[in-house]
């Protein structure tokens, strides 16, 4: 795979344009990230237009892959938490496009996106992932614990219940609670 270029997003139409296509595809092919099958245009595109809005309010990190001027994958760091957590971060919305996966993407992402949370002094980041066709073992191999299953948690795009996975991933260690 050629190199791939990380950074993090702002709100523009064509970033939510892209962003849009990569929801769309994700949620067309089973990819339990909040939304039901079918996901019109609108709804994507009004959904990362909000979510760079927070990212511009300094309140969320969203990352882009690209593979040249593609947008191949994409994660968000969520950073605006209760008071009682400022040493803490959430990984939300790991998307991949499905040509790319097993590539490198994702691991490149969450490289970055921990990075910036140590850069941040956010050193404890959890996440979810389904347990059906998540990403766990993705998270396993990076480093990550689980916690614990929640079952029938949320719908699968396509219908049906799934479970969640909870994870979570201490950065720096040493670091007292």
């Known amino acids: 795979m050629s190199d791939i270029l990380i ?7 064509e970033i939510c344009a892209m962003l849009g296509d990569l929801l769309i595809e994700t949620v067309a092919n089973g990819g339990s990230v909040s939304f039901m099958h079918p996901l019109s245009r609108k709804a994507a595109e009004a ?3 909000n979510s760079l809005g927070a990212a511009g309010r300094g309140e969320r990190i969203i990352l882009g892959a690209f593979e040249e001027d593609r ?10 938490l209760p008071p009682n957590q400022p040493h803490r971060a ?3 919305k ?4 499905v040509s790319h996966r097993h590539r490198g993407v994702a691991t490149a992402l ?6 910036l949370a140590i850069a941040r ?9 389904a347990e059906d066709e998540g990403a766990a073992g993705l998270y396993e191999r990076m480093g990550f614990k689980l916690t614990g299953v929640i079952p029938d948690y949320a719908f699968k795009p396509h219908g049906g219940l799934t479970g969640t996975l909870i994870y979570w991933k201490r ?5 007292a609670a």
């Open 110 to 115: 969450l490289r970055e996106a921990e990075r």
């Open 7 to 13: 950074k993090a997003l702002n709100r523009s139409p």
């Open 121 to 129: 002094g956010r050193w404890l980041l959890v996440l979810d992932t």
């Open 90 to 92: 959430e990984i939300a």
């Open 47 to 49: 959904f990362w237009s």
């Open 94 to 97: 790991m998307m991949t496009l």
């Open 171 to 175: 950065l720096q260690e040493g670091v």
């Open 71 to 80: 947008l191949i994958g994409t994660v968000t760091l969520l950073l605006d």
